[in-house]
């Protein structure tokens, strides 16, 4: 038997290296129009203005609000958390529990737009269901 070597050796480096760039003795010279781009001295300015990115701020965080009353059952509460807010039957429970307890609770944190269509939405369930339920959004600190 023989060890690793000779022509098989060489045909599976050469199936391993396939799509990679041919290797260079000199190194990074190859790249160097890569480097600065291919311009020019004079076109160093425009050059300078096309690799400077703006700065994205993240949008600001919004926070959902439950707020107890006592009309609106528990039931109808936890329904109305996993069907707007695709909360497990656990979870939903929690948060309703939180609410009851404490007077309000934290449903969910995101942007601003998608905290007060989701706050919108599940007011409106519990209005077309006849019950005072409120959902609030407010800036999150």
């Known amino acids: 038997m023989r060890g690793i070597g000779g022509r098989y050796w060489q045909y599976w480096t050469r199936k391993t290296q396939r799509g990679l760039p041919p290797r260079s ?3 990074r010279q190859r790249f160097s129009h890569v480097i600065d781009g291919g311009l020019s001295m004079s076109d160093n300015d425009v050059a300078a203005k ?6 994205l701020e993240r949008p600001k965080l919004y926070k ?5 009353d006592d009309f609106t ?7 109305v958390l996993k069907a707007v807010f695709r909360m497990s039957e ?11 307890k ?3 609770s934290v449903v969910v944190v995101c942007a601003k737009d998608v905290a ?20 609030t959004a407010e800036p999150e600190e």
């Open 25 to 27: 003795r000199r190194g």
């Open 90 to 100: 656990e979870a939903g429970y929690r948060v309703m529990m939180t609410a009851h």
């Open 73 to 79: 059952p528990r039931e109808f509460v936890v329904m």
């Open 116 to 135: 007060e269509t989701k706050a919108k939405e599940a007011t409106d369930l519990g209005k077309e269901a006849g019950f005072p339920l409120l959902f």
């Open 64 to 68: 959902v609000l439950l707020v107890n």
């Open 102 to 104: 404490m007077g309000t």
């Open 50 to 55: 096309r690799l400077t990115k703006p700065k």
